[in-house]
């Protein structure tokens, strides 16, 4: 469907308008049904992001800075995410021994337990919006997205 149809607009949008519109739009729509899949599991997406950078560290500790960069979204508050999966017992934090200033993050047993959980569901929910979409045009729109937010 048209965005000028989802919007149910009556003015016509010209193209560089059509395609932000389009990715906001888009964004909203993967992020609310993406919700709905963690919020049984009482963590947003900014945290399960963090557990997701922690699980690739293969249980290295990442200290904030590394989680910070490997963000989806760079405005989180870092220190904040961790302190709330840290109540939840889903990482731990210690101070580096070379560096006091610097703080360790782990996830714990209990956080890779619940990724591994929502594993599934996260790839069907990727899979559900890949699925009008052939190989090809996969790559394409991957390509093309990429273009588009370069600098």
Not at 45 to 51: M, R, T, W
Not at 87 to 107: A, G, Q, S
Not at 123 to 135: D, P, R, T, V, Y
């Amino acid at each position: 469907m048209k965005i000028e149809d989802e919007l149910k607009s009556t003015v016509e949008y010209s193209k560089s308008k059509q395609i932000v519109l389009n990715i906001m739009y888009t964004v909203n729509v993967i992020t609310e049904r993406f919700n709905d899949i963690i919020k049984p599991y009482d963590i947003s997406s900014e945290q399960f992001n963090v557990l997701r950078i922690l699980r690739g560290q293969k249980g290295c500790p990442a200290n904030m800075c590394i989680i910070q960069e490997r963000m989806l979204a760079k405005t989180s508050n870092t220190t904040r995410l961790v302190d709330k999966l840290l109540l939840k017992d889903l990482v731990t934090r210690n101070v580096c021994p070379d560096n006091r200033r610097k703080i360790e993050v782990l996830i714990t047993a209990k956080g890779l337990d619940l990724l591994a959980e929502l594993d599934p569901k996260v790839q069907e929910h990727e899979e559900f919006f890949a699925k009008n979409l052939n190989n090809e045009e996969l790559e394409q729109l991957n390509t093309l997205l990429e273009k588009y937010r370069t600098k």
